[in-house]
């Protein structure tokens, strides 16, 4: 026994000007040692590190709450889970369950939708590529298919005179906001005329029936007044093609973007003072709609293909320290187990990174980077932490969105996923990779020693 | 003024903070930096340094000498330490 301290790597933190504050506070460091009150040490000696951590609790509490601000304010909604933000099945299963429709963009999506037990009425099918024989099981199954150019409608023509049906079909819109830059590659220009192109010629080709219109601004959206410009343009829209051409829309989809509580590279205010509340993001999507010109009973169904605001804050991912050094500027570097093959959303987002132990240790500016041998990998730039051990933990957040979907096995390959219960039990969603994952769909030549 | 002189006017309180009269800049040094510190202006080598720190601390199975060989090119890069500055 010893009852000296135990040793901590030495410190050395410059003053600068503007950095404190009145109340003469210094840089406080927090730490978190838990994830949906579960302690992190346990859930990594269950599943290895790193390890993404996901929130079931979070993840229900966030589509209620959505789905909530928007039923107060119009009476018919549906929520759409975005599948490309978190393809995971029983991540996609829970909002099915909480009564999300699934929202895809390609055939794998729909399958995986399909398999995940939605009917293809309960599938919104987006995107500019959609191959033969998913269109045509979308389109002959009643899914919601959103045409996206005048090739697709021409395709879709030829399906229905194919199988001498008149399917039902949305047109995506894309359109000019006074506050976004305009995402004019996906569907029709509202305001050039092209939309207005579009319905005359799928009117006169006698093929399908327009039932929808789609619009998606764009993404990461911050400033609310977009959508309230996005929804007045297509409500017009919407009575115009009523009182004009007698077409009585069966649904409003007005896309996703809306932000979660992360914090992008260029932004400069912290999440929680520049991230709009549903209540906000809802006031704007939907106040325009009281200008639709349709009886109450007919009023068309208000569809949000939502992703990252309702995941992104459910996801955690726990790494390691595996080393600590010196940069050559003299800043503090620190090596952990995940990288941006894991992470990939660290391109775009400055994560809160905080160890898992307490510690009164003054932080100091340290830059974050994976195991990957490439400059790129990056996981925290000028991230202020303490001095950490080799072995300590440190917890990345908000990571739910669009990391398991878009991670790669690069050089290493991709952790295990678990999820945690509202009471408090865990369970493993998806297992640590192995090599063979990624080897099985290779082929070896018998010249090369493969088998025939 | 040599080395010896410019260390001996750094003001290092017990709570780890720093100034330099020299620069006027100020700095915050946790326990570990401060006993570096004071260590280095009281003319400790390497090998001293490293005993110092092995008695006052419970053995963590850190690489203590590296630590302060690093610790000491930090103070030189903040100007803590002349730049030629090296242990013995």
Known sequence: MTDRPPYVP?????????????????????????????????LVEAYGSPLFIYDEQIIRARYR???????????????????????????????????????????????????????????????????????????????????????????????????????????????ETSTLPRWDRFGFNLDNGQARDAVRRLLAGGRLRLTGLHVHLGTFILDVRAFAEATRKVVAFANRLRSERGIVLDTLDLGGGLASRNRLRSQYLPSDQSVPSFAQYAEQL???????????????????????????????????????????????????????????????????????????????????????????????????????????????????????????????LRPAVCLVRPDGTHTLIRRREVLDDLTRAEVIPPWLGGGR | MNDAARLAQLAISPSGFVFDPHTGGTFTVNATGRLILEGVRDGLGLAALTRHLERRFAPGGADLERDVLEYVARLRENGLLPAGFELH
């Open chain 1, 10 to 42: 030495p410190t050395l933190v410059r003053h600068r000007s503007g950095l404190m504050n009145k109340m003469g506070v210094g840089p406080v460091v927090s730490s978190r040692s838990s994830v949906a009150g579960v302690n992190v040490e346990a």
């Open chain 1, 65 to 175: 709450a959505l789905h909530n601000a928007l039923v107060l304010r119009y009476p018919k909604v549906a929520l759409a889970w975005s599948y490309k933000t978190c393809y995971l099945d029983a991540i996609c299963r829970l909002y099915h369950q909480e009564g999300a429709l699934a929202e895809v963009v390609s055939g794998m999506e729909y399958r995986k939708a399909r398999r995940n037990g939605m009917t293809p009425g309960q599938i919104v099918y987006n995107g500019p590529h959609k191959d033969d024989q998913t269109l045509t099981e979308a389109l002959l199954g009643g899914a919601r298919v959103h045409l996206d150019h005048f090739d697709e409608l021409a395709r879709c023509e030829r399906i229905a005179e194919q199988h001498g049906c008149r399917p039902a079909v949305s047109i995506r819109l894309n359109l």
């Open chain 1, 286 to 412: 939907v106040d325009g709609l009281s200008a639709l010109d349709y009886p109450a009973n007919e009023l068309p169904t208000l569809v949000l293909e939502t992703g990252r605001a309702l995941i992104d804050e459910a996801g955690s991912l726990v790494t390691t320290v595996v080393a600590n050094k010196r940069l050559a500027d003299g800043r503090r570097g620190m090596v952990v187990d995940a990288g941006v093959n894991t992470l990939f959303t660290a391109y775009w987002y400055q994560h809160q990174l905080v160890p898992t132990q307490p510690t009164s240790e003054p932080p100091e500016p340290t830059m974050v980077y994976g195991p990957l041998c490439m400059n790129i990998d990056v996981v925290g730039n000028n991230v202020m932490l303490p001095p950490m051990a080799v072995g300590q933990r440190m917890l990345v957040t908000p990571v739910g969105a669009y990391n398991l979907s878009q991670s790669m096995q690069f050089i290493e």
